[in-house]
């Protein structure tokens, strides 16, 4: 499974970005992926990720201003898409933020210990 990550760059706060991750090598429809971020120094957060339930949660600190989506990129599963619409961007968004995914049903978002599959992140500078 390869997650490449886009979308990241420099905005004023109060603006907005999208991020996009890309998954592919996939081969099953059951692929769970999520968005995490890190600043140099600090823990790994993470961001927004799907539950069990195909319900979405949210870190408290984005709550309201990030959504998170998801599309099938191919009609065999092989690959999948994971959007992270951000608005509002306040200076504290600033980090890295990185794709993650495992196989099978969505685990507890935490600090992404339950995802092996890791891209090379995007930056996001506000």
């Known amino acids: 499974v390869q997650l490449v990550e886009s979308g990241g760059g420099s905005v004023e706060a109060g603006g907005s970005l999208r991020l996009s991750c890309i998954a592919s090598?996939?081969?099953?429809?059951?692929?769970?992926m999520a968005w995490f971020r890190q600043v140099p120094g600090k823990g790994r957060e993470g961001v927004a990720s799907?539950?069990?339930?195909?319900?979405?949660?949210?870190?408290?600190?984005v709550k309201g201003r990030f959504t998170l989506s998801k599309d099938n990129a191919s009609k065999d599963n092989a690959k999948k898409i994971l959007y992270l619409e951000m608005t509002n961007l306040q200076s504290e968004d600033s980090a890295m933020y990185y794709c993650?995914?495992?196989?099978?049903?969505?685990?507890?978002?935490?600090?992404?210990?339950?995802?092996?599959?890791w891209g090379q992140g995007t930056q996001v500078t506000v």
């Open positions: 993650a995914g495992v196989w099978g049903v969505c685990p507890m978002m935490g600090r992404g210990t339950w995802y092996p599959n």
């Open positions: 090598g996939l081969f099953i429809s059951t692929y769970c």
């Open positions: 799907f539950d069990e339930d195909g319900t979405i949660t949210y870190a408290d600190s």
